[in-house]
């Protein structure tokens, strides 16, 4: 695959950094995903031909290598992209929607009707849960650490929008305000019933386990806030069931069902249900300030760098 575009997302700063739970070996080429155009197939490929619009997931490389003028990428974890859709909007599917769409689907298990709460939701995984889970029919409230955040979720589709703050007391408030808003505003007096969970820290046991239900679901996605010992006294009053959610090992034992997820998605995508954006490009020459945003905490959105434009690849 020629590379149009490369996604940069907080794991990716993260294991550059050397902190991130899997750790390549020196020298590694980051990045896991990558959008482009097909120059060159193997001899037993069936879906693609030269010249196809494609977005690839490094996973057969563990997860890394998509920051490359040219890619290999094993046939099953490769995409065709709608003709209707930018290459550039894609170029973080798999660590935005993918990590969404297992946490809400294969963790969560929600269904039509029920009411999520993400938090850390003006990221790319916290827009893309939102708008995977309003196509799924959930009601979603949205939490973000200031004010000037709130613009992202709300564009996005999220039914409210709070602000949780980066103190014990704002965590306090932001938890009254979530329960409240559960009970008057979406019918569910018990609270949320699975919270998507970007930040942990002490927003975790400041605010997050009185949001839940009894035997409702909280699904660790990250922790941008630092981690917390989380105290299974709470847990076990509560009856909640804490669970982490990595879609990258699931994906490689489950195959099939992650090719049915990634087939879903597309659909959502063709339909409109979703609309994977592009917030930030940066020029090859400056992807470190990529990386930077995120070391920084101020990444949003769809951030990715750019290789060489779409437009260029048409006319060569």
Known sequence: IETSYAGVQYPDALQAQGLYQIQPPLPYIPGMDVTGVVKQVGSSVTKFKVGDRVMATMTSFGGNGAMASFVKASETSVWKIPDNVPLSACANLGRNYYAAYHSLKIVGEISPGQLVLVD?????????????????????????????????????????????????????????????????????????????????????????????????????????AGQKLIRPGILLVKEVCVVGSLWGRWAVENPEQHTENVYEMLHYLARGDIKPRVDRIFPLDRFIEAFQLFENNKGRGNTIVCFREEDQQRTN
């Open 120 to 224: 850390g939701a003006s990221g790319g995984v916290g827009m893309a849960t939102i708008e995977l889970a309003k196509a799924m029919g959930c009601y979603c409230i949205a939490g973000v650490s200031t004010k000037d955040k709130m613009q992202y979720p709300k564009s996005v589709g999220a039914d409210l929008v709070l602000c949780y703050g980066k103190n014990r007391k704002s965590y306090k408030r932001f938890k009254t305000e979530v329960k409240k808003a559960s009970a008057d505003l979406f019918g569910h007096p018990r609270g949320v019933d699975v919270i998507i969970d970007m930040v942990q820290g002490e927003l975790f046991d400041a605010a997050l386990l009185s949001c839940v239900r009894p035997l409702g679901k909280i699904c660790l996605v990250g922790f941008t």
